[in-house]
């Protein structure tokens, strides 16, 4: 298992809250870092699928045995992001 560069805990927040939480922390990471994002809201597992499809990400694990969900996400390239580990 890679290890996890980044946890997003999103509590109960809608899919659109959690959209904007998560592209911030994969904008600051390069390509090939993992996020973890924890979740409440039932409707979060299925937009992410769709949302790292057309980000370049990848859907590496799901885990909705309990609640808070559990997905980790590999962080897609792009050529015009900066980033900076520090923030």
Request: proline share 8%; net charge negative; glycine share 12%.
């Amino acid at each position: 298992m890679q290890p996890v560069h980044a946890v997003v805990d999103a509590g109960g927040e809608s899919w659109p809250r959690v959209r904007d939480v998560l592209e911030r922390h994969c904008h600051r990471l390069p390509p090939g870092c993992v996020v973890e994002l924890l979740t409440e809201d039932p409707a979060v597992p299925g937009e992410l699928g769709a949302w790292c499809a057309a980000g370049g990400a990848e859907l590496l694990a799901t885990d909705e045995t309990g609640v808070p969900v559990v997905l980790r996400i590999r962080t897609g390239g792009s050529q015009h992001r900066q980033w900076n580990l520090e923030d």
